[in-house]
């Protein structure tokens, strides 16, 4: 699938909602070397903001209403430099957390 002119309206719609939600807080408090996973609790606040986005984004994926590759170029770019330091990590525990599933399909392969 290319991405279209309705993917990118979706994107920037998507980013409005995410920055009216408080996602850039919520990211910076997951992203930091201080968050432990391990403990860790759904019902936090910026831990539910994020999985609520990465739950709606990999659906609209899952269900082709939303482009894969432009979401990789979006999302997964912002986070690279962070992301590839952490990412034996980060796959070893969505592909684990069954939970997770939707939003692991997200991740970028090994071989991406």
């Given at each position: ?104 399909r997200l991740l970028p392969r090994a071989s991406d």
């Amino acid at each position: 699938m290319t991405a279209t002119h309705d993917d990118a309206m979706l994107m920037v719609e998507l980013s409005k909602w995410g920055s009216m939600a408080g996602l850039d807080e919520a990211a910076r408090e997951i992203m930091s070397d201080d968050f432990d996973p391990e403990s860790a609790n759904a019902l936090d606040p910026n831990v539910s903001k994020m999985l609520m986005f990465g739950e709606t984004i990999g659906t609209l994926v899952k269900h082709g209403l939303l482009d894969r590759e432009l979401v990789y170029d979006w999302l997964w770019s912002k986070a690279r430099g962070r992301g590839l330091a952490q990412r034996p990590n980060v796959t070893a525990r969505s592909t684990e957390c069954r939970s997770c599933s939707r939003t692991s399909r997200l991740l970028p392969r090994a071989s991406d």
